[in-house]
């Protein structure tokens, strides 16, 4: 059982979202609920309707390739802009599976054009995101949680691997509210994070399983 609350509290610490900077957020964001000027069933409708179209598939497929071609391993906040991004494959070059830094800018540019595509295919979304909360964001963003019927071991499993993708929908608003996620390569590198902090919930919780079945 030690074995997995190491594993619950790597949970946490991996998407660089503590559950003090959760809670925070939450305090933050209720304080703009009188500003809302969206509903929160439009913004969703319009979320659900950008996952399900071509464009998007294609932006994700090619990012998530991106992020398996990284052999990311380290502290998620090196990477918090394009630049850190780009700058820490070519100090970990020899690590991933780019033949140089080239190759991966190249690729880069590729997935910034994707994400453009997808934008110019789903314009509802877009105009309805830039007047939404972060609450309202960190409700979109968070994926369904799946509810089982395990063991205590396993439901301690579940609970680490919820916080660790709530973590990562309040990392994702932040950045689209912070950071001005509004320019398409600012868009493409909010994703791909997101992506990648949800690539590591999915390992850890993966590992955390399997240190239940030598309890």
Not at 44 to 60: C, D, N, R, T, V
Not at 86 to 107: G, M, P, Q, V, Y
Not at 164 to 184: H, I, P, Q, T
Request: aromatic residues 12%.
């Amino acid at each position: 059982m030690k074995k997995v609350f190491l594993f619950l509290a790597f949970f946490i610490f991996l998407t660089g979202c503590s559950d003090s900077e959760i809670s925070s957020t939450s305090d933050q964001t209720s304080t703009l609920k009188v500003y809302k000027k969206i509903s929160q069933d439009d913004l969703k409708k319009e979320y659900e309707a950008l996952q399900k179209s071509l464009s998007h598939k294609i932006f994700i497929e090619a990012s998530n390739n991106f992020i398996s071609k990284m052999k990311f391993n380290d502290d998620i906040k090196l990477i918090e802009s394009e630049v850190t991004l780009l700058k820490w494959i070519s100090d970990n070059i020899s690590i991933t599976e780019f033949s140089n830094i080239e190759e991966a800018t190249e690729e880069w540019k590729i997935i910034i054009e994707l994400k453009a595509n997808e934008i110019a295919e789903n314009k509802n979304f877009y105009n309805l995101i830039k007047d939404a909360t972060e609450e309202q964001l960190i409700n979109v963003f968070t994926p369904e949680f799946e509810q089982v019927t395990l063991g205590e071991c396993e439901k301690t499993c579940n609970y680490g691997r919820n916080r660790c993708l709530l973590g990562a929908a309040v990392r994702y608003a932040k950045e689209w509210m912070d950071n001005g996620a509004f320019s398409v390569a600012g868009q493409a590198y909010a994703t791909l994070s997101y992506l990648l902090n949800q690539s590591t919930c999915a390992k850890s919780y993966s590992l955390c399983l399997e240190g239940c079945e030598f309890n």
